[in-house]
């Protein structure tokens, strides 16, 4: 994705919410910057499960990390069981981003990566730009100039290696 001209790389996994992932959730958390927390609007369970997730990501991943709540299968809306208000609600409560996809009709999804990337991509350049301005202001204490000229000229001088 390109941002500020920048092309900007994501390596993203998919766990799907199987349970088979939950014994390797340390190394999937380990370093990750953003997380992608996916329901079907259509099935209960799985927003309720999104607390259980959003907690394994609060005790495993950094502090710092970006999360959006995402529901999906917005085309369904005619069986859906999650009202939109119910999920932003949470989101809200638990400072997380929110909108709703179809990934079948492609709707929002690109928005939905686009939007996490770009916030990413903005936290990483603040403590960047944090860094680099911590390190030009505080930069190497400055030292004191000695100036060897000063020394007494009647100081014994040998020749290396003289007899």
Known sequence: MQVEGKT???????TAGQERYR????AYYRGAVGALLVYDITKRQTFD???RWLREL???????IVIMLAGNKSDLNH????SAEDAQMLAEKECLSFLETSALEASNVEKA???ILL????????KALAAQEAATSTGLPQ?????IGNFPSNINKKACCSN
């Open 119 to 126: 916030d990413i991509y903005q936290i990483i350049s603040k």
């Open 49 to 51: 499960n999104v607390q």
């Open 79 to 82: 069986l859906r069981s999650v």
């Open 143 to 147: 030292g004191t100039t000695i100036n």
């Open 113 to 115: 990566f686009q939007t």
């Open 58 to 64: 609060r005790d495993h991943a950094d502090s710092n």
């Open 23 to 26: 014994a390797i959730t340390s």
């Open 8 to 14: 900007v790389k994501a390596q993203i996994w998919d």
